[in-house]
């Protein structure tokens, strides 16, 4: 996995900032487009895994498909020096889970919350794109 200070292909890595089953993502600079970005690679142990890379690129296309302001904009999918990552807009803030750890929701938030998801799953897909499986 990329260190801060390392560059794969155009772009510097700055920090983690979020790691799951199925990535992790970092901040990093794009170097050619002077701008902040968020990078999502495979973990190291799915690297070699060929179901992992499909659905990661699966991944990709579903959501830079999509234009709606609640799914971030999805801008490549790249391979380089042996690793494929994500590279889509870098937005600011808590996720979910840490707003859920950080405070009761109520029962209004949660259904503005609800509304929200709901609207971004129900967004139609930019004219000509396709997503393929």
């Known amino acids: ?3 801060p200070g390392q ?3 155009h772009f510097r890595i700055l920090e983690t900032i979020g790691t799951g089953g199925m990535g992790v993502v970092y901040s990093a600079e794009d170097t050619r487009l002077h701008r902040l970005v968020a990078l999502k ?3 190291d142990g799915f690297i070699e895994n060929d179901a992992a890379l499909r659905q990661l690129r699966k991944e990709a296309l579903a959501a830079a498909a999509l234009s709606h302001e609640n799914v971030c904009v999805v801008h490549d999918f790249i391979e380089a020096d042996g690793q494929h990552f994500i590279v889509m ?3 600011e803030g808590q996720t979910l889970q840490q707003v859920m750890d950080q405070r009761s929701v109520g029962s209004n938030e949660v259904l ?6 709901a609207a971004a799953l129900a967004t139609r897909t930019r004219r000509g794109s396709s997503i393929e499986t």
């Not at 503005?112 to 998801?117: L, V």
């Open 112 to 117: 503005e919350i609800a509304m929200q998801i």
């Open 41 to 43: 690679f495979l973990p």
């Open 7 to 9: 560059h794969v292909a």
């Open 89 to 91: 807009e870098l937005l």
């Open 1 to 3: 996995m990329p260190a």
